[in-house]
């Protein structure tokens, strides 16, 4: 079985390295820590999910024909909307195979799939198949988008997690804990969601329904971080589960005294600096993945060779310009995501609204899935972003993160808004009275990332309340300058 090799590259940070691996060892390890419940045993989706990732290339893509070309078939005969713009399509390439016609279709934006909700769901279901649930985008203002789906899409997830927390080497018979919003942890045994300080208890989320799993604990992220650390420290889980802010500021608080086998970061950009504090305060590696309410999840973050990996069975990844076209390797473009299972709302060439790197060659991992690279943020919040914000940005994260080691132990959360006349604040909560003496060190670094021009005005606050809180949404970054968040629940990657 491959391990995990934890190096020093530099004093108080920590490199993990992973090895390569083969279709045997992936079995090895499927076989002896993946256990089936018995009345599941019957179900071998895990297997056929572990010996897809071994295929040839063509053949992969030759399975995603297959299910693509029913998919079109069924939406040119039975989508309003799909209607068409296929059969034009069809009738202009008339021997094109189905993912020359998927490129060639126009892609689906957010606002049309809510505008057009009703011309995107199919006159009749696929024999066999049924509609059984709609999933909903977390919008914090306007409606949020919904959208059907059927069972073969909705059963998909768990058997997809399986096979990422396998990837990220999860040992299902230790302890899972999560901190999230109550809304998005399943309710208590009373039928409600949780009450502040209460602690939920039961198998692990998504996969202890099919595998035999240890003990898995939830906790609210509207309890106090302080809180938070303390039902760290009492329950000891090998793992956790948790928002990419607040995953950071566990790591400042906790200061070292939580130990973890692994950490998964969610719904937020993860930056190079936020990701050495996290692993260097837990003793462990982070862990990522790419999903969207709308699919599902899309792809996870390989450990070795820092590209997501697509699953493939599930849905198509098309990285692409302005003018639609793939991208070339290394630059970035927009995510296009076309959902393969889901007849009750076919969602194609769904702009996700993300700008992600496109990747080529095979990973160091061994595995022969489609990738694609870092994702770097959504489009339409990077765009409206004066010249020179990132890096500023960047400039306070890097301050934050190599401060001395007496100033940094008493940092527990921080905040940084962006106004619409340029004047920046950072919010500090900090032990004592060390927030100014924080905001002293950061200020001096954050005027030299202007780089000429003269820096914009940096307020410090120190204060426990942070925008965001009681949503349970989190930002570490806001501007003014930015639209209204609708979907923050996409798991981001460093922005540029």
Known sequence: MRRSVIENVRPGVLSFVAMPTTPEQELAEQRARWRLLPHMRHLQWHDRLLKDEFLDPAEIRGHQEKALGLLLDFAASNVPFYGTVLGEVRRRLPNARPLEVLANLPPLTRNQAQENA???????????????DVTRTSGTTGQPIEIDQSAASL???????????????????????????????????RGTHMEPGEVLRGEWLYVGKYFHTGPFVG??????????????????????????AGLEHVAFAGGGRIALRGSVAISQTLTP??????????????????????????????????RYHV???????????????????????????TALANAAMPLLRYDADDLAVAVEGPCPCGRTLPSFGEVIGRYRR??????????????IQLALHTMPPNLAATLRRYQVRQFRDEHWALKIDATGDHAEAIGAWVRPRFAEAVEGDE????????????????????????????????TADTPQGAPP
């Open 219 to 244: 906790f609210s992220n509207l309890n106090a971080v302080e809180e938070q650390v303390g039902f760290l420290r009492a329950e000891n889980p090998a793992y956790l589960l948790m928002q990419s």
């Open 155 to 189: 059963s998909r997830f768990a058997w997809l997690k399986q096979r990422e927390f396998r990837w990220f080497r999860m040992d299902p018979s230790a302890k899972l804990a999560a901190i999230r919003p109550m809304t998005e942890l399943p309710r208590t045994s």
């Open 455 to 486: 820096a914009p005005p940096l307020t410090v606050v120190a204060t426990d309340r942070f925008e965001g809180d009681l949503l349970g949404k989190f930002q570490s970054f806001l501007s003014d300058f930015m639209p209204a968040p609708d």
């Open 382 to 395: 990077i765009a409206a972003l004066p010249r020179g914000t990132w890096r500023r940005w960047g400039a």
């Open 118 to 132: 009703a011309s995107l769901r199919p006159l009749r279901m696929p024999p066999g198949q049924r509609r059984v």
């Open 273 to 306: 600096a936020m990701r050495a504090t996290i692993e260097t305060a837990f003793g462990a590696p982070v862990h990522q993945n790419y999903g969207l309410n709308e699919i599902g999840l899309v792809a996870s973050r390989c450990p070795e060779g820092g």
């Open 311 to 337: 699953h493939a069975e599930h849905c198509v990844v098309e990285i692409v310009d302005d003018e639609g076209q793939p991208c070339r390797p290394g630059d970035r473009g927009r995510l296009l995501v």
